[in-house]
Nanobody, 125 residues
């Protein structure tokens, strides 16, 4: 499975961006899918993902109410709508998937086998 992110860029605090993740093939709902980010000097962290085989959404506390994860299975696309962006959201954002953990989801980067190359999001104050 190949994943390609797009949609990153430079935005002022309070602005919005929508990231896209294009998959090379159909990703079944039985797969775990999620978004992660990594800021300079920090570990890669979970941002948002699907649980319950795609039925439910999970978000890290710092983005709850501001970010929305969604997917379009017909187009092999996953999205991350980011609103009310803050400077602390600045990072490289990655999408990831794994054939395991679709029912439970996973917040652990080490549980994901397939990764995109990342897209930079920079939020200026």
């Amino acid at each position: 499975v190949r994943l390609v992110e797009s949609g990153g860029g430079l935005v002022q605090a309070g602005g919005s961006l929508k990231l896209s993740c294009a998959a090379s093939e159909t990703i079944p709902n039985t797969y775990a899918m999620g978004w992660f980010r990594q800021a300079p000097g920090k570990e890669r962290e979970f941002v948002a993902g699907f649980t319950g085989s795609g039925v439910y959404r999970d978000y890290t506390d710092s983005v709850w109410g501001r970010f929305t994860i969604s997917r379009d299975n017909a187009k092999n696309l996953m999205y991350l709508q980011m609103n009310s962006l803050k400077p602390e959201d600045t990072a490289v954002y990655y999408c990831a998937t794994d054939p395991r953990y679709g029912s439970t989801g996973s917040r652990y980067p080490t549980n994901y086998r397939y990764w995109g190359q990342g897209t930079q999001v920079t939020v200026s104050s």
